[in-house]
Every structure is written in structure tokens, then in C-alpha cells.
């Protein structure tokens, strides 16, 4: 998809280091590690420089909002995370590309379970508006800021976060909204 | 009112001869030229109370767009409140108006909540879900060769994009290479594919805007694609036609010809179409100046596909990052000038000649050999073979009893489909079922949109913006 040395025309990033993969000086972008998976760039952060990182690469020239999703890690807690990135329970993948030189970039931030909040990327890209609906709605993440923090895909009045690991499908039987649930 | 790009530019060149308005770059990048007015969308309207639309993005503070894509979204039954809607237009004069969830013009069950001065939209809010069957949920369930089942039906009028972008991270998580004849294959069925959801696209868009008799034609050409479809993959709809490893069978004896009678009879029907919409007056009325989203908004709000290429930025996945062998066939990216309805109807339409166009060249290039990957661990043995040999047998019973375990990673490979860029985001945990599966998914997307776009237009309008932004609701709710 991808090549993945970081631009040469972006301002804060260090120099590729060249060919070697296995454990040479660390690439970053910002300050956040950038690794290569599968061929695609991708970027690691935790919450606390999510939202600087992520206004530095719309500086960086990434135009296009791909994409926002979440992930829930809890029953695959062994993931590889670069040095220096603490695995969380959730992740926010968001997925960026640049128009000029047709770069992708993937960015992973680590979100915690007992805290799961991150500042919204809708005064960076408004197009991020849906997506971190239907993440908050599907995983219970919040996103700090967002002009409408609710639900999206399903009903207002639901419980619970359908894609969270521990949330079984099939559990309810009756999914109309004013019919009483057995929960 | 489009212009084609043929190879490198990353956006449409500005047209030479609009000095006072600025170049596209300029609207791209935000400049305001010296001499011309301020930076503003194009074909704002004028009222007594100002403009009444949003300023371009560059000059659009994000507090008023946060007002704009805020909380129009009341729950059913609390919806005809005006009182708790803060705006500063004095309640008796606005009218919040439901539109759907059922109502022949959204295609589908959409809802959209529009707050109306007069016939004039203020604010407006998609409100979506009704069609929301917990497809990712259902994919971490299913083994990865059940799993383009569940995908192809997600956008069903364009499927085979689905299966496509599901197979492509399939593919990469486990590191095989289709052969070139598979691959070839689906960049056949994907092309008319795109054909057959622009027609139907061109049907209801017709119908939508009192064009009654483009609905019947636009179905009619549909059928012939639906029918080889048929023949190729045994079924109209939902295929599960391509599949991780390549794709489930071989095309017919006689694709040839079914093929290359499409690729003649749909360029005619085309100059017929070109006659019967392009040059209608009342047509080009309802359309031009409808809706103009200015490059640097389409491309803030996440819009892909014809959308944003209507509005200029020559952004194709196909020729940007290529997939499939589109970098070894020749075709043009369409692209629009002004972001209007008018650009986004004339990029679908010569969409489907340039499909038709890659369609001929795979005709004379189709390569011979494989239609999947011999990979005994990924592909079933034919099913000749499980009469004659044990271990045909065994393969196939582990193959469709425990599937085929897939390494540890995430991949995410991005498709232009009908509708924009479509991309299945997977992460593997190493087991035969991905441990997510998420759609990203271009309907969903361009949806955004509608509220930017119906501020200021007419309600009737409204009608047009959701045809041309083309969603399809099973593509947004998955």
C-alpha cells in the first residue's frame, strides 16, 4: 500500500533509517514511534499526545479522513506494541492519507479501560463527526469535545457497547425499543 | 462541466479563464486571490439575512461547523419540540421536519431531521441505524472463508467491492498472492460491477428528480449486468463470488461474448442517456448549482469517491494506490469542476465509460491459468478430487470445520468502490476468525455531507443531495 519511510518533507520527523528493519534507531513521527505493518505505516501513541499528534499530521498535509474505528484487545492481550507504548484494553485506529505524495498512514492510540476518553478530531477534520459516534457507540469510548456525543447506530436507549469483547452476542432476544428487555 | 485527468496531477487543473473566482488549487488551499472576491463557497445563495451557506471550510470557524453537524437529533416523538433546538431564528418561524425513515426518496430507511425557515433548510441531521444488523459483530463469529458472505451483503448494490476489500486484507494478513488470472477476474466483475450500481444510481436518481422513464432504463441495463452476473457466480445479488484466495469458480464458458456485448451495446445506450439527461433542460435545473461542496470541505468531511471527485480532487484509489493490475490498464479519473449535483451526475456517468473502457482491455488481456491460490491450506480441493483422495477429504473437512488460521497482525487494503473508497480494517489474533473486523465503509462517510450540503438550498433539493450523494443504506448501517 504504503512505503514506509516517513516523508522527507515533514518537519519534525527523523530520517528513515535505511533498510534495516530489525532493531535500528527508532523511527518516529512526533515524538510517536512509527512501525511498518504489512507494508503499512503505522503510528503509536497513548492518549496523553493523541491530540498533538494528530494536529501535527493534519499540519503535516494529511487531508484526507479515512477512517476512525475502535478495538477491543481484552481477550488478545499479547499484541506487539512498539517500546515505550503501554498496551491498553481499547485502541482508536484512525486511518489518514495525504493527497500530494498519496502517503497512508495508520495511527493506533492506546486507550485505557477504567478511563476510556479521548479528545475528539472533529475541529481537525469535521468528517471525523460519524466515526467517533459509532466508536463511542459500538465501545463505549468517549470523545472529548464532540459536538454530539451519542449513540448512532443503535437505539438511544440501549445498553451496553455491542462490540466490546465482553458484551455476548445473542444475549438479548428481543431488540425492538419499548419491548421490556430481560435484562 | 467535467473535466478528465488522465495521469499524475494529484488534483484537476484550475480551468484558465476564471481569474476572479481563483484557481482550484487556490480553493483548494485555502488562498483568497487578490482582485477577486473573499473566499467563499461556491454558488452561495444570497438573502436578506445574509449568506446562507457556510463559508469555506478554510474560512469556516470549526465552532460554527460544530453547530452545523451538532444536535439536530431529537428521539422520535420529542421531535417536533422547536423550543429545545437553540437557534437564532425565533422558534414560531423555523419547522423541524422528519423525512423518513421510510420515504421512497431516501433509498432506504434514512431519516433526516431538517429544520426548515420557509422552504429553505437551515440545519439537518442524517439520523441512521435503522438498518444497523451488527455485521462486525458477526464477522468476528464467522471463519474468514465465511466471512465475505457476511460482507457482500453490506453494500448490496455494489457487492463485489465487499468481498474484494475483504478478501484483500485476508490476503495480506496471510501473505498469499493470487494468481494473475483470479486477479483479473475480479478487476472484471468489480468494473461492471460499477457499471450496474451507476445505472441503478442513474435510475433512481431520474425518478428522484422527475426523470420517471430513466427509472425503467436504468433497470433495464442493470438486468444485462445482473444476468451475466448471474451466470458467472450463480446468484444476482450478494455473490460471495470472491473470496480470500482468488475467486469460487472460473467464468463461463462464453464470457467472451456476454462481455463483449455489454462492453458494445452500454457505450451506445450511453449517448441515448447522454440525450435523454444530459441535454434536458429541466434536468440540468434541478441539478447545476445544487449542493456545491468546494473541494477543501468534501475533503474535510471525509468524502470519497464521486463525491469528491465531483468537487475536484482527483483522489481514485485504483490510480493512487493501486490494487488489483488497475496500474497496468488505461483509464481516466473523472473529475468535477464545481461540486455541484450537475458535476456529480456527469462523474457517474462517464464512470461508467470508463469502466467499460477497462472492461474492453480486460477482455483482450485476460491471462490464462489459476482462478485461485493452490494453497491447500487456504483453498478446498476440487470437489472431483474428495471422491478419489483421502486427503482431499481431510483437507476439505478441516478447511470447512475449522477454517484456515490466519497469522497475527492488522491490515487494512482500501478499494475504490461505486460509491468511494471502501476498506476492511481486520486485526487476527491468529485464530480462523478475525478478531475485528471493521468496514469502513463509503456510504457511511459521505453521508456526513448532506447537512453542509442542503444548508441554504430548498427542501426539495434535499431530495437531490441524497440521490447524488448516493448512499446505500445497508453500506452505512452495516
Redesign the interface.
Known amino acids: 500500500?504504503?512505503d514506509t519511510p516517513p516523508p522527507a518533507d515533514a518537519g519534525n520527523e527523523t530520517p528513515a533509517a535505511s533498510s534495516e528493519d530489525a532493531a535500528p534507531a527508532r523511527e518516529t513521527v512526533h515524538g510517536a514511534p512509527l512501525v511498518d505493518?504489512?507494508?503499512?505505516a503505522?503510528v503509536h501513541t497513548g492518549v496523553d499526545g493523541y491530540g498533538e499528534l494528530m494536529a501535527a499530521l493534519k499540519k503535516d498535509g494529511y487531508?484526507?479522513?479515512?477512517?476512525l474505528?475502535g478495538?477491543?484487545y481484552l481477550?488478545?492481550p499479547g499484541?506487539?506494541l512498539p517500546e515505550g507504548v503501554e498496551a491498553q484494553r481499547f485502541e482508536v485506529?484512525v486511518?489518514l492519507a495525504r493527497?500530494?505524495d498519496?502517503k497512508?498512514l495508520?495511527v493506533r492510540c492506546q486507550v485505557p479501560a477504567d478511563n476510556p476518553t479521548v479528545p475528539t478530531l472533529?475541529?481537525l477534520?469535521?468528517?471525523?463527526?460519524?466515526?467517533e459516534r459509532?466508536t463511542y457507540d459500538?465501545y463505549g469510548i468517549n470523545f472529548e469535545g464532540h459536538?454530539?456525543p451519542?449513540?448512532?447506530?443503535?437505539?438511544?436507549d440501549w445498553e451496553g457497547h455491542?462490540?466490546r469483547k465482553d458484551y455476548a452476542?445473542g444475549r438479548i432476544p428481543v431488540q425492538f425499543k419499548e419491548a421490556p428487555s430481560g435484562r | 462541466m467535467s473535466t478528465t485527468d488522465t495521469s499524475n496531477t494529484?488534483?484537476g487543473d484550475p480551468a484558465p479563464d476564471e481569474p476572479k473566482r481563483g484557481s482550484l488549487a487556490d480553493r483548494l488551499l485555502g488562498r483568497t486571490v487578490p482582485g477577486g472576491p473573499q473566499l467563499t463557497s461556491m454558488l452561495q445563495h444570497k438573502t436578506s439575512e445574509g449568506a446562507q451557506e457556510l463559508l469555506a471550510?478554510a474560512r469556516t470557524q470549526?465552532a460554527e461547523?460544530?453547530?452545523e453537524?451538532?444536535?439536530l437529533?431529537l428521539?422520535e416523538g420529542a421531535a417536533l419540540d422547536p423550543e429545545d433546538i437553540d437557534i437564532d431564528v425565533p422558534s414560531d418561524e423555523t419547522m423541524i421536519l422528519n423525512i423518513g425513515p421510510s420515504h421512497p426518496s431516501t433509498h432506504g430507511v434514512l431519516r433526516l431531521m431538517v429544520e426548515l425557515d420557509g422552504e429553505t433548510i437551515l440545519r439537518s441531521k442524517p439520523v441512521?441505524?435503522y438498518l444497523?444488523t451488527?455485521m462486525?459483530?458477526?464477522a468476528e463469529?464467522l471463519m474468514y472463508h465465511q466471512g465475505s458472505t457476511n460482507v457482500t451483503r453490506m453494500d448490496y448494490l455494489s457487492p463485489f467491492f465487499n468481498e474484494l476489500a475483504f478478501s484483500l486484507s485476508v490476503e495480506?494478513?496471510l501473505g498469499v498472492e493470487v494468481p494473475p488470472r483470479a486477479t483479473w477476474i475480479r478487476m472484471l466483475m468489480c468494473e461492471l460491477n460499477r457499471v450496474s450500481s451507476h445505472f441503478l444510481w442513474m435510475a433512481t436518481n431520474g425518478s428522484d428528480i422527475g426523470a420517471i422513464n430513466m427509472l425503467v432504463y436504468g433497470w433495464r441495463e442493470r438486468e444485462i449486468l445482473l444476468a451475466f452476473f448471474e451466470k458467472v457466480t450463480g446468484l444476482r445479488m450478494n455473490h460471495n463470488y470472491i473470496r480470500p484466495g482468488g475467486v469460487a469458480a472460473d467464468l463461463p464458458d462464453g464470457w467472451r461474448d456476454d462481455v463483449a456485448a455489454i462492453c458494445e451495446a452500454i457505450p451506445k445506450r450511453m449517448d441515448e442517456y447522454d440525450n435523454l439527461l444530459t441535454g434536458q433542460p429541466i434536468l440540468q435545473q434541478r441539478l447545476q448549482g445544487v449542493g456545491a461542496l468546494d473541494a477543501q470541505t468534501a475533503?474535510?468531511?471525509?468524502?470519497?469517491g464521486p463525491l469528491l471527485r465531483g468537487s475536484g480532487?482527483a483522489?481514485d484509489a485504483r490510480r493512487?494506490?493501486p490494487y488489483l493490475a488497475y496500474d497496468e490498464v488505461d483509464f481516466d479519473v473523472i473529475v468535477g469542476s464545481e461540486g455541484d449535483c450537475w458535476d456529480r451526475f456527469a462523474v457517474r456517468i462517464n464512470e461508467i465509460r470508463e469502466s467499460i473502457r477497462i472492461c474492453q482491455q480486460i477482455l483482450d488481456r485476460m491471462p490464462e491459468g489459476d482462478f485461485r491460490v493452490q494453497d491447500k491450506k487456504v483453498t478446498p480441493p476440487p470437489r472431483s478430487r474428495i471422491d478419489e483422495s483421502m486427503e482431499a477429504l481431510i483437507h476439505h473437512f478441516k478447511l470447512y470445520t475449522e477454517g484456515f488460521k490466519v497469522p497475527?497482525?492488522?491490515?487494512?487494503?482500501?478499494v475504490e468502490s461505486a460509491r468511494g473508497?471502501l476498506?476492511c480494517?481486520i486485526?487476527s489474533?491468529g485464530t480462523s476468525r478475525p478478531?475485528?473486523c471493521?468496514v469502513?465503509a463509503p456510504s457511511?462517510?459521505n453521508?456526513?455531507s448532506f447537512s453542509t450540503m442542503a444548508r441554504g438550498g430548498f427542501i426539495a433539493d434535499a431530495i437531490v443531495l441524497v440521490s447524488t450523494i448516493d448512499p446505500v443504506l445497508g453500506d452505512v448501517?452495516?
Open positions: 500500500m504504503t505493518s504489512l507494508g503499512s503505522v487531508q484526507l479522513f479515512v477512517g474505528c478495538v477491543d481477550t488478545h499484541r506487539e485506529v486511518e493527497m500530494e498519496r497512508r495508520r472533529f475541529d477534520w469535521a468528517g471525523s463527526e460519524a466515526h459509532e459500538m459536538p454530539d451519542s449513540r448512532i447506530l443503535m437505539p438511544e455491542p462490540l452476542s | 494529484g488534483t471550510r470549526a461547523l460544530r453547530r453537524g451538532g444536535v437529533r428521539p441512521i441505524g444497523h451488527g462486525e459483530k458477526t463469529e495480506k494478513l475533503l474535510d468531511l471525509g468524502c470519497t480532487v483522489w493512487d494506490t497475527v497482525g492488522e491490515a487494512y487494503v482500501p473508497e476498506g480494517y486485526v489474533d478478531y475485528r471493521h469502513r457511511f462517510a453521508l456526513q448501517d452495516r
